[in-house]
T-cell receptor, first 116, second 113 residues
Framework: DAGVIQSPRHEVTEMGQEVTLRCKPI?????LFWYRQTMMRGLELLIY????????DSGMPEDRFSAKMPNASFSTLKIQPSEPRDSAVYFC??????????????FGNGTRLTVT | GENVEQHPSTLSVQEGDSAVIKCTYS??????FPWYKQELGKRPQLIID?????GEKKDQRIAVTLNKTAKHFSLHITETQPEDSAVYFC????????????FGKGITLSVRP
């Protein structure tokens, strides 16, 4: 089991550029979550999918953020255009259950995004 | 929605002492309470969890206790070691239609050698 795989590990970009973060969940897990972590706000849930369908995107900050899950083994989080306040660590997590409280969350190693 | 709070925000203990970290939640229907540990620069990892039908669960040096009446649960670490130094997050589910975990802000535990 390779765990949840995220890429890139680090991303530095200039304000206004498009950023795409990628995630491969653990095989067999049918729920996928995107979190953002900052010192000020802690771990915030942005969006989660169940069986590739977005269930709750109420945490997505604004229209600049979008997420897709075209199949069970791949998801993307896109920010367009990026702004300095988007700088954070973005974690992807997956779980076997239908929701995050039926089974444990397995986090990826995160993507550290810096927008200058 | 669920509101999860952790106190204190930092805790420092001497190696070998016990550490207790408390978490409160607001949704009385919540029934699952995990604790995650995040070492510096690494990902959060589940260390222990408890469901509402039990009051306590142990796993070697760590334990979690749950008080449903008071709506709080606590992480207990005995015989602390320097490698226990990390940020610890509690979480509780929002029991609405689209159930999801809400995390606390985290507590930084420092174990002094």
């Amino acid at each position: 089991d390779a765990g949840v795989i995220q890429s890139p590990r680090h991303e530095v970009t200039e304000m206004g550029q498009e950023v795409t973060l990628r995630c491969k969940p653990i095989s067999g897990h049918n729920s996928l979550f995107w979190y953002r972590q900052t010192m000020m706000r802690g771990l915030e849930l942005l969006i989660y999918f169940n069986n590739n369908v977005p269930i709750d995107d109420s945490g997505m900050p604004e229209d600049r953020f979008s997420a897709k899950m075209p199949n069970a083994s791949f998801s993307t989080l896109k920010i367009q255009p990026s702004e300095p306040r988007d700088s954070a660590v973005y974690f992807c997590a997956s779980s076997r259950g239908q929701s995050s409280y039926n089974s444990p969350l397995h986090f990826g190693n995160g993507t550290r995004l810096t927008v200058t | 929605g669920e509101n999860v709070e952790q106190h204190p925000s930092t805790l420092s203990v001497q190696e070998g002492d016990s550490a207790v970290i408390k978490c409160t939640y607001s949704d009385s229907a919540s029934n699952y309470f995990p604790w995650y540990k995040q070492e510096l620069g690494k990902r959060p990892q589940l260390i222990i969890d408890i469901r509402s039908n039990v009051g306590e669960k142990k796993d070697q040096r760590i334990a979690v206790t749950l008080n449903k009446t008071a709506k709080h649960f606590s992480l207990h670490i005995t015989e602390t070691q320097p490698e226990d130094s990390a940020v610890y997050f509690c979480a509780a589910p929002d029991t609405g239609a689209n159930s999801k975990l809400t995390f606390g802000k985290g507590i930084t535990l420092s174990v002094r050698p």
